[in-house]
């Protein structure tokens, strides 16, 4: 029957049976409308995902699918952006097969381009993501806490904390190797300061008590659902003029640093996100010395996604806890836990807005307090990767 959708058919067919005439058969007219469906596709695939190579073929307005990536999120974005397109009727997979060459047009010779082997400045993705539950990820966001513990007769029984922060991707290899890995050099820099929002200082309801500040430089790779980061940095802090105005007995330190550290992880079916890392402090100040070794892992649980207002935004929840083991803190135990919801414009890809609550219960993470005990529970809001 004319306009029967098979859903099975090879898209080949549509290539091999292309013609060009005044009148046209229903049959045509579905082709040439796949035609325009295709194309209207295939640039949104390439420009949200300008680091992958994957082809669609739109045949009686099913789309099928070809070098889809191995990155269970971001394949899985590239699935739903065909999904929700206008005019497909379902979406077909073709693993390990190569897409149909096009109906050949005789053209003017072009002169020959060189293969792209990487991207500048890439901007909707980067390799490995802040870890959100980790209290010095590289993010922006606003914090209300309340504390308690040694470190908080000095940092207060109700704070703020602020950070602002980003990652600068500068170039990324796009196609490395047997394992086709992809590879990143980029910059990050943040800074974190905290507020005493609970002394007693007339006209001023906050007390501005720590900043510490970050300059990295990591180069990330990732292979499939595996991710990892090799990052040296630089980190220094400054205690508040208010602080020290405020309580003039006390000594300021300097724990200022340099370090390496490398973290793993690894994306299972898109929700479950396990991470490890260690690092080695190689420069401290005199004045705060620090013991060189520490490690950190834990993991992400993502669940409920779901498209939200109007098929704009994607939603999930998340819970993440973060642990931290210093040589500095006699390798007891620093743990974060966060849990809340995000919202992103693209699946598996961009920044993302998030809103949730965090407990900490540990050490303080703010300059010279590191190794005092704080413990505290927060709401807050952030936006970053």
């Not at 992958?52 to 999120?73: F, G, T």
């Not at 205690?239 to 000594?251: F, M």
């Not at 550290?261 to 996100?273: H, M, S, T």
């Amino acid at each position: 029957m004319a306009g029967e959708i098979l859903a099975d058919e090879d898209p080949s067919k549509r290539i091999a049976t292309e013609k060009a005439s005044d009148k046209y058969s229903y049959q045509d007219c579905l082709t040439l409308n796949d035609q325009y469906i295709e194309g209207y596709l295939q640039s949104k695939l390439d420009y949200t995902y300008p680091s992958y190579s994957v082809r669609v073929i739109v045949h009686n307005r099913y789309a099928y699918l070809y070098r889809l990536p191995k990155e269970v999120e971001v394949r899985s974005g590239v699935i739903s952006i065909a999904t929700k397109t206008p005019g497909i009727l379902g979406v077909k997979i073709k693993e390990g097969i190569d897409p149909p060459e096009p109906k050949k047009v005789v053209c003017p010779p072009l002169p020959k381009k060189p293969r792209v082997k990487g991207i500048w400045f890439p901007q909707n993705t980067v390799l490995f993501p802040p870890l959100i539950a980790s209290p010095r990820a590289v993010l922006n966001s606003i914090s209300y806490r309340w504390q308690w513990g040694e470190a908080s007769d000095m940092l207060g029984k109700n704070s703020v904390a602020v950070s602002f922060g980003d990652i600068f991707p500068i170039y990324r290899f796009i196609d490395l190797g047997k394992v086709h890995a992809k590879l990143q050099f980029s910059l990050e820099a943040a800074s974190w300061a905290l507020f005493r929002i609970d002394h007693n200082e007339r006209n001023d309801w906050s007390e501005f008590v720590n900043a510490d500040y970050l300059l990295g430089i990591p180069v990330t790779m990732a292979i499939a659902n595996w991710s990892g980061q090799l990052r040296v940095y630089h980190v220094s802090t400054h205690l508040g003029d208010e602080l020290l105005v405020n309580n003039p007995n006390l000594v300021r330190l300097n724990p200022s640093y340099e370090g390496v550290d490398l973290f793993v992880a690894y994306l299972f079916r898109e929700n479950i996100k396990p991470y490890v890392g260690m690092g080695r402090i190689f420069r401290t100040d005199d004045t705060f010395f620090m013991e060189p070794l520490y490690i950190e892992y834990g993991g992400e649980f993502r669940f409920l996604r779901q498209v939200v207002h109007y098929n704009r935004l994607y939603g999930q929840a998340f819970v993440a806890v973060d642990f931290m083991n210093s040589e500095t803190r006699h390798w007891a135990l620093d743990t974060t836990i966060v849990a809340g919801y995000e919202w992103s414009k693209l699946r598996g890809a961009g920044r993302r807005f998030r809103i949730f609550m965090e407990w900490h219960n540990g050490f303080a993470p703010d300059g010279q307090f590191f190794n005092e005990r704080l413990s505290y529970f927060g709401f807050r809001i952030s936006y970053g990767f």
